[in-house]
């Protein structure tokens, strides 16, 4: 018998996961879904199948893939979870097996066994396959329109360790590029840099080691250059092995940014070093010439996770700000500078796609709103533009808090910003969810349209559009 969820923040109110799947066809919508909008909206994010084993970690939860159609104005809905080998070991077994983060903490029965792990981050549409992603394995397939479990892709077996959740997709060559860390061993500090082609080809993968292991969750691509992030929050076998944290913040260690040259190897990646931060999520970066810039969403110190002796961090370090760090390849120092650009919490920086790596002007993100938020999320969407810095910003009440906004262009030919906005909103008052388009050029106007729905969808991580087929 499947035993009760236990009383975790991440896993009530609006984390809580559904114990569901559905379809849902023609939503009740408030307001009118633009004509021009056809595609999917997929977004993934954790929904463990069973109460979690040992101490649970939000990072750690069964992936869930939540899929909204629109076409001519209508919006339709389907929830799968990707049917893992872990999800399906854990289903037959009707319990977790699995730690969230800790090896240690699993059960004997699937000790050393290896997975292709949870599928619960991210998942992105290209070269014709749609891949659920998180950064401990290789991706997992699914069928665009069933949802349907295809298994892990290796790029035809030629993929050695594992790919990140937050890979790039070059918008002028249609390469995607990603790296992998802990490739060799959990907890290891051995990282990958791999390049697919349009066509879905690997064309290169080169292995280095990092100064030191780490979580490294994203990273950065422009034109001309690949920048590896490696930030304080340490990952220790040592410590686990202990019983103790086996990632934690260590903030002597400093930041190590690796700059690499694309085209070039990685025995030539150059070193910057910082002050200690945190970044989960770049908004973008470009570079003009020799100097590189990157839009970050940046911590004094990681979230989610202690201090080495197992003790939280100060609560006043973990809200992020929109930063921006600047790496001049022409001098002859390694340091880099940082400029704060917004005085407010924000999380989850999104651009038009189409100009990712690439000098922008738009960004978008989630903030902190004028009214403290009580569904346990954040409570405001902003544009900002980049050229006079100011924002515009969609003021949700108070009972509702939102997921990532990603930008979805009106058409191809539209010039940068012209487009909308698109998330998933949860409201605490009702227990419900709702699909929320906004104008991206005027988010502070509100909703163009609400697509509601009976049940909610868990606080998740990302998400991705995939234009629609023409008929």
């Known amino acids: 018998m499947a035993k009760p969820f236990p009383n975790h923040p991440n896993l009530t109110d609006g984390y809580a996961p559904i114990q569901m799947e559905c379809d849902a066809n023609n939503l009740v919508v408030e307001g009118e879904v633009p004509k021009d909008l056809f595609g999917t909206f997929y977004r993934n994010g954790p929904n463990p199948q069973f109460a979690p084993r040992g101490a649970y970690h939000w990072f750690g939860g069964d992936g869930m893939i939540h899929a909204f159609h629109i076409e001519n104005g209508q919006v339709s809905y389907k929830n799968r979870w990707p049917r893992t080998q872990r999800w399906q070991k854990e289903r037959d077994a009707g319990e977790s097996l699995w730690g969230s983060l800790n090896p240690l903490e699993n059960d004997p029965s699937v000790a050393g066994l290896e997975t292709d792990g949870s599928a619960n981050t991210n998942i992105i549409w290209h070269a014709g396959k749609l891949l659920a992603l998180e950064e401990g394995h290789a991706p997992f397939e699914l069928d665009p329109v069933t949802l349907e479990s295809k298994g892990a892709w290796k790029f035809n077996d030629t993929l050695v360790g594992p790919m990140t959740a937050h890979p790039k997709v070059d918008p002028e060559t249609g390469e995607m590029i990603f790296f992998g860390y802990n490739v060799d061993g959990i907890l290891s500090n051995k990282m990958s840099y791999h390049v697919v082609d349009k066509a879905g080809k ?17 990273f950065m691509v422009t034109r001309d250059y690949v920048l590896f992030p490696i930030q304080p929050l340490t990952a220790s076998l040592d410590r686990a092995m202990k019983g103790e944290p086996a990632f934690a913040w260590e903030p002597e260690k400093g930041n190590q940014i690796g700059v690499l040259k694309r085209g070039g190897n990685v025995e030539d990646i150059r070193w910057f070093q910082g002050d200690p931060s945190f970044v989960f999520h770049p908004m973008n970066a470009f570079n003009t010439g020799d100097v590189i810039t990157c839009d970050v969403s940046e911590y004094g110190q990681a979230p989610l996770f202690p201090n080495v002796d197992g003790s939280p961090g100060k609560k006043e370090n973990m809200v992020a700000k929109l930063t921006r760090w600047t790496f001049d390849l022409g001098s002859n120092s390694n340091d880099y500078k940082t400029d704060m650009r917004q005085d407010i919490g924000c999380e989850f920086g999104r651009l038009d796609e189409r100009h990712s790596g690439l000098d922008y002007r738009y960004g978008y993100m989630l903030c902190d709103g004028d009214a403290q938020s009580k569904a346990g999320g954040f409570n405001a969407i ?39 906005l698109l998330s998933n909103v949860y409201d605490a008052q009702t227990d419900k969810s709702h699909l929320l388009i906004l104008d991206a050029q005027n988010p502070s106007a509100g909703p163009l349209a609400r697509a509601q729905l009976d049940h909610r969808v868990p606080f998740g991580f990302h ?5 629609g087929d023409a008929h």
Do not use: C
Not at 202 to 217: E, I, R, T, W
């Open 202 to 218: 690997l064309v290169k993968s080169q292995f280095f080691d990092a100064p030191y292991a780490a979580m490294v969750h994203d």
């Open 382 to 420: 902003a544009k900002v533009d980049h050229k006079t810095n100011q924002r515009d910003t969609y003021q949700m009440p108070g009972t509702l808090a939102t997921s990532e906004a990603i930008f979805v262009a009106k058409s191809g030919s539209a010039e940068e910003g012209e487009g909308y």
């Open 463 to 467: 998400g991705n559009w995939k234009a």
